[in-house]
T-cell receptor, first 114, second 112 residues
Framework: DAGVIQSPRHEVTEMGQEVTLRCKPI?????LFWYRQTMMRGLELLIY????????DSGMPEDRFSAKMPNASFSTLKIQPSEPRDSAVYFC????????????FGPGTRLTVL | SQQGEEDPQALSIQEGENATMNCSYK?????LQWYRQNSGRGLVHLIL?????REKHSGRLRVTLDTSKKSSSLLITASRAADTASYFC????????????FGTGTRLTIIP
């Protein structure tokens, strides 16, 4: 299994631009999570899905952030417009309700907003 | 604020020594998990301990859980240079909804 796949691995953009991060979960997993990691705030859960349906988006910082999961094998996290304080590493993780509760993380996308 | 708080924030030990990290949390849990993160990489699951368990072993890892004190510890025995990483505890609430809340992490450095 290829594991959780994220793209791009690095993204540098200018303030005000739209940013789209992509995630492919492990096949068969029914939960998908988006996290943000910074030195100041640590690892924060932004939103998570179960069977493609958003369950809890209380961690999404502002309306500038949106996430979708159109099917079981793909999810996007969009920031529009981006701001310098959005600079962070964004992780996608997936898990299976029939598994052992552990989450499998992707390699992350390092976002820099200038 | 973070559900889990790790202690210490950073730890440096000589290769071959044992490393102990602690985690405290605030609310009732279904399980507690430990993850490792190497620099520039994603988190990797190490071990899970359920709320009705008190101790669990996996290779050189030993995890304890004290639900009365809302605390857990991770012991890595006979440390190796490859154990250098950040270690995070994560708790799943007793709703069992798969949502994890991560602690602040302990940065472990093994000195060869």
């Amino acid at each position: 299994d290829a594991g959780v796949i994220q793209s791009p691995r690095h993204e540098v953009t200018e303030m005000g631009q739209e940013v789209t991060l992509r995630c492919k979960p492990i096949s068969g997993h029914d939960y998908l999570f988006w996290y943000r990691q910074t030195m100041m705030r640590g690892l924060e859960l932004l939103i998570y899905f179960n069977n493609n349906v958003p369950i809890d988006d209380s961690g999404m910082p502002e309306d500038r952030f949106s996430a979708k999961m159109p099917n079981a094998s793909f999810s996007t996290l969009k920031i529009q417009p981006s701001e310098p304080r959005d600079s962070a590493v964004y992780f996608c993780a997936s898990s299976s309700s029939s598994g052992g509760n552990e989450q499998f993380f992707g390699p992350g996308t390092r976002l820099t907003v200038l | 604020s973070q559900q889990g708080e790790e202690d210490p924030q950073a730890l440096s030990i000589q290769e071959g020594e044992n490393a102990t990290m602690n985690c405290s949390y605030k609310t009732s849990i279904n399980n507690l998990q430990w993850y490792r993160q190497n620099s520039g990489r994603g988190l990797v699951h190490l071990i899970l301990i359920r709320s009705n368990e008190r101790e669990k072993h996996s290779g050189r890892l030993r995890v304890t859980l004290d639900t009365s004190k809302k605390s857990s510890s991770l012991l890595i025995t006979a440390s190796r240079a490859a154990d250098t990483a950040s270690y995070f505890c994560a708790t799943e609430g007793d709703f069992g909804n798969e949502k994890l809340t991560f602690g602040t992490g302990t940065r472990l450095t093994i000195i060869p």
